[in-house]
């Protein structure tokens, strides 16, 4: 998503990092935008923390007085207060995505510019089929398409969405470690998922069915769909009055012809007699 910032020309002096401490791109942001004031906001006191710890440099360290301080909070930020928002890898945990949008629509200034990235409903596919084809819940939730992303932005008021995606795959040397991998990033929130702890007994099973998906060189694979999106926040557009008032000269000077009567008028046609 960084590649995508050298389209951009507009520079932006405020940058809001949302959900930063996952987002792990301080460094692409610093690096993109050295001089720019950085808001990171987080969901929750115990990132706020974590993030804080992550931005104190060393005391011997240059970027204390080369560059701005990285500021963290968990309260939203003023309206109008930045001109880029960025959101790397978080959209797909947030609980109500359309209402989100419009909460960064509102912390974004006129000609401001929001990316984001998160995953699409083609992640782990491979699981998905396994946990149906065995007749087990669902192995996690349902994630949103891109187009329906970009409708949602559409009506959060952003102007000329791009929405963009790609396929990546992954794969472990056990089913250990695609299980440890999968925990930690995120639990399964789905509400459809089992209602209580599995047995050990189901959990040896599970580690015996994803051997399947192991391709010709043993290793297990994965498939992730990562969405990538961008938009700009357009400029307010002012809206007509539904009462006109125009001053009596001004009327009669926008009836009053453009030239004299008599510079309208035409020569009468000439006939001449043939035979005469």
């Keep these: 998503m960084a590649q995508r910032l050298a389209v951009v020309k507009l520079r932006p002096a405020t940058v809001l990092d949302w959900w930063g401490y996952t987002g792990a791109s301080a460094a692409l942001l610093a690096q993109a935008y050295p001089q720019a004031r950085r808001v990171v906001v987080e969901p929750s006191a115990a990132l706020v923390q974590r993030s804080m710890a992550a931005t104190v440099s060393p005391w011997w360290s240059p970027r204390r007085w080369l ?30 995505p359309p209402s989100l949008m419009q909460r960064w629509q509102r912390l974004l200034a006129a000609d401001g510019f929001l990316m984001f990235s998160c995953l699409g409903p083609d992640t782990v596919r491979e699981l998905r ?20 992303l970009g409708d949602m932005l559409l009506h959060a008021g952003f102007a000329d969405p791009v929405m963009d995606q790609e396929h990546l795959s992954l794969t472990w040397s056990s089913p250990q470690a695609l299980l440890a991998e999968l ?94």
Aim: proline letters at 10%; a positive charge.
């Design 67 to 96: 560059r701005p301080k990285v500021e963290v909070a968990q309260s939203e930020p003023a309206p109008l207060s930045a001109q880029l928002l960025w959101a790397n890898m978080m959209l797909h945990a947030a609980p109500d």
């Design 129 to 148: 089929a396994l946990y149906q084809r065995l007749g087990w819940p669902v192995a996690g939730t349902e994630f949103v398409d891109m187009h329906d």
């Design 183 to 276: 925990r930690g990033m995120g639990c399964n929130a789905s509400s459809a998922r089992w209602p209580g702890l599995c047995t050990p007994r189901w959990h040896d099973r599970l580690c015996r069915e994803l051997q399947s998906l192991a391709g010709a060189d043993g290793r297990l694979r994965l498939s992730f769909e990562i969405i990538y999106g961008h938009a700009f926040k357009a400029a307010p557009r002012p809206h007509p009055a539904s009462e006109t008032t125009v001053a009596l000269q001004d009327m009669r000077a926008m009836l009053r012809p453009a030239t004299s009567p008599k510079a309208n008028q035409t020569a009468p046609p000439s006939y001449s007699r043939i035979g005469s």
